[in-house]
């Protein structure tokens, strides 16, 4: 099955600061690629991702890059607030069994500094 | 536009014992799928239904199964409870087979003891 790497688990920054996670993935025929982000009590909320036929994509502070020779991703967000604190979560959508199934990272706790 | 609702909010189960779990997707989803997520864990995938019929499946025992209704509403059944399956259950929706573009609910925090 797929393995999602996730790195760093917690990462600090000041707020101003910009703060990049990256994943890794197995599966060269994984094609879907989103990042999630969950607050405290909350369930996770999709925040942007990524085709496999596309390389980047932004949204005002939050971009995604997508390397597939590599097969890694990454999150960037500029210009971090304080409201940026959470968990952030990458996700792999493979094909698995004849249907295609996402496969989670383990989490990256961002913690913003005012 | 009503968002992903989950039902209940907290349980506590005592080994052994069967829950059900519920769900009713956002307005215009067709496809649910359900997590289970560890304390400090990602969300490991269940399995998924689109159209009321399993789609997709995870690597979890036949203990956990499920249901889709017309109205595409969902239930979570466990039964024989483990210790280990204490984890907070999630559910999402989305538009399509491909069940990509996720909404999830807040979830379910499930305590076994």
């Known amino acids: 099955g797929e393995n999602v790497e996730q790195h760093p688990s917690t990462l600090s920054v000041q707020e101003g600061d910009s703060a990049v996670i990256k994943c890794t993935y197995s599966?060269?025929?994984?094609?879907?690629f989103p990042w999630y982000k969950q607050e405290l009590g909350k369930g996770p909320q999709l925040i942007i991702d990524i085709r496999s036929n596309v390389g980047e994509k932004k949204d005002q502070r939050i971009a995604v890059t997508l390397n597939k020779t590599a097969k890694h991703f990454s999150l960037h967000i500029t210009e971090t607030q304080p409201e940026d604190s959470a968990v952030y979560f990458c996700a792999v959508w493979g094909f698995s069994g004849g249907s295609y199934i996402p496969t989670f990272g383990r989490g990256t706790s961002l913690i913003v500094h005012p | 536009e009503t968002g992903v609702t989950q039902s209940p909010t907290h349980l506590i189960k005592t080994r052994g014992q069967q829950v059900t779990l519920r769900c009713s997707s956002q307005s215009g989803h067709n496809t649910v799928s359900w997590y289970q997520q560890a304390l400090g864990q990602g969300p490991q995938f269940i399995f998924q239904y689109y159209r009321e019929e399993e789609n997709g499946r995870g690597n979890f025992p036949p203990r956990f199964s499920g249901l889709q209704f017309p109205n595409y509403s969902s239930e979570l059944n466990v039964n024989a409870l483990e210790l280990d399956d204490s984890a907070l259950y999630l559910c999402?929706?989305?538009?399509?087979?491909?069940?990509?573009?996720?909404?999830f609910g807040s979830g379910t925090r499930l305590t076994v003891v």
């Open positions: 599966d060269s025929a994984s094609n879907y």
């Open positions: 999402a929706s989305s538009f399509g087979e491909a069940n990509y573009g996720y909404t």
